[in-house]
């Protein structure tokens, strides 16, 4: 069955790909800048990056309220501590659970692709829904935090899960270079081989 690039593709361009579907949805990460904005505001940034309902608004504000490290981690911009990361896939852990996360992703990568069967929605959902704890958490987290210009090990992660939803259920990407050699869908501007 294809995966969701071109093998031909560096092993950058790939990543890029396969975290641009799932980053789309929270419109270039959910941090709010370089200081540590306030629970309720911190909800609300989260709530509407990944576009979740009123009742994950609520605990999401309950969590970040309880959790300065989880707050914290939005506002460094991308370069939140492996304490921040972790407080911050507790609260988001909480308050998304597996079922849930999985519409959402679900959502995101048919608006993103486009052209998806039901047979593939239903696998991605059901494929996020059955990932174990530890990568549905990096998943999480690296959908509010990716989309900064550095590629951190949180993102190899997030690109890693992502590809290995895509491939398991089918769903590709165009690979096709777009304008000036960048890979379409690709907002980074690197360039393909």
């Excluded at 200081?35 to 309950?62: F, H, K, M, W």
């Excluded at 959502?107 to 174990?132: D, F, K, S, Y």
């Amino acid at each position: 069955m294809p995966g969701p690039y071109d093998p031909g593709m560096s092993p950058r361009s790939a990543l890029v790909v396969s975290v641009a579907v799932l980053v789309s949805m929270v419109a270039g990460g959910c941090s709010s800048g370089p200081s540590s904005p306030d629970a309720a505001e911190a909800a609300a940034v989260v709530r509407q990056g990944l576009g979740a309902d009123d009742r994950v608004e609520e605990c999401l504000t309950d969590g970040f309220a309880a959790s300065s490290d989880a707050r914290s981690a939005l506002g460094t911009g991308g370069g939140a501590s492996p304490e921040e990361q972790t407080a911050l896939g507790e609260v988001l852990g909480a308050c998304l659970p597996p079922e849930e996360l999985g519409t959402l992703v679900t959502a995101a990568v048919a608006g993103a692709v486009g052209g998806t069967t039901p047979e593939q929605e239903a696998c991605v959902r059901a494929t996020v829904v059955e990932l174990p704890a530890e990568d549905r958490t990096t998943l999480l987290v690296g959908l509010v935090l990716s989309g900064d210009a550095d590629l951190s090990q949180l993102d190899v992660d997030l690109g890693e899960i992502t590809s290995g939803i895509l491939t398991t259920c089918g769903v590709t990407l165009d690979p096709a270079p777009g304008p000036e050699g960048t890979v379409a869908g690709d907002s980074s501007g690197v360039s393909t081989p």
